[in-house]
């Protein structure tokens, strides 16, 4: 079975600074894809990052990079720069092949001014 | 601009009631999904439907049944809500086939509360 671990429930930063939200994930497959989503209060959860298991360069989309260690089943999110609408649930998923999605717990960004 | 849109933001049901969750996507995605967001459990699938009539068990589907009658459209029905089925639900499509790096679009989620 594929399972997803998010060990950090809550994180907070203060605002401008970097913040890393870490999430392993549990698979035989060495062929898949990993997802970083937002979950901002009360509106839609969107993608945030993603990254293909083949590709050993770490993805990056502007403020936001991943740290993929494929030996050891890591896929953290890094967060730069952090703003205050970067407060969020975010959310490690995981897609082998076929349909499904595997997704974590969740972790909680609090951004303090 | 893709969308998933779902029927009510917001709905209080009693408990024995039959309840439909409805869910619209328009980017033609062959995959549709309902899930269940409860704090610190994270999302749960419900059931899942990769093609018109087609539906597969997810994680949680006790207590739930699904309907696909055309590819946009995929709904979520409550035999005869309960209490414990209090919670958030998502639905979400995505694509099939090769294109794996095509992420699941959600929607805005139905928060359900029964009494």
């Known amino acids: 079975a594929q399972t997803v671990t998010q060990s950090q429930p809550e994180m907070s930063v203060q605002e401008a600074e970097t913040v890393t939200l870490s999430c392993t994930y549990d698979?035989?497959?060495?062929?898949?894809?990993l997802f970083w989503y937002k979950q901002p209060p009360s509106r839609q959860m969107i993608l945030v990052i993603r990254?293909?298991?083949?590709?050993?360069q770490n993805a990056t989309e502007n403020r936001f990079s991943v740290n993929f260690q494929k030996a050891a089943k890591s896929f953290s999110l890094k967060i730069s720069d952090s703003q205050l609408g970067d407060a969020a649930m975010y959310f490690c998923?995981?897609?082998?092949?076929?349909?499904?999605?595997?997704f974590g717990t969740g972790t909680s960004l609090t951004v303090i001014p | 601009d893709v969308k998933v849109t779902q029927s009510s933001r917001y709905l209080v049901k009693r408990t024995g009631e039959k309840v439909f969750l409805e869910c619209v996507q328009d980017m033609d995605h062959e995959n549709m999904f309902w899930y269940r967001q409860d704090p610190g459990l994270g999302l749960r699938l419900i059931y899942f439907s990769y093609d018109v009539k087609m539906k597969e068990k997810g994680d949680i589907p006790e207590g739930y049944s699904v309907s696909r009658e055309k590819k946009e459209r995929f709904s979520l029905i409550l035999e005869s809500a309960s209490t414990n089925q209090t919670s958030m639900y998502l639905c979400?499509?995505?694509?099939?086939?090769?294109?794996?790096?095509?992420?699941?679009?959600f929607g805005p989620g139905t928060r359900l509360t029964v009494l």
């Open positions: 698979t035989s497959e060495s062929d898949y894809y």
């Open positions: 990254q293909e298991a083949y590709k050993q």
């Open positions: 979400a499509s995505s694509t099939s086939g090769p294109r794996m790096y095509n992420e699941q679009f």
């Open positions: 998923a995981y897609r082998k092949t076929g349909n499904q999605f595997y």
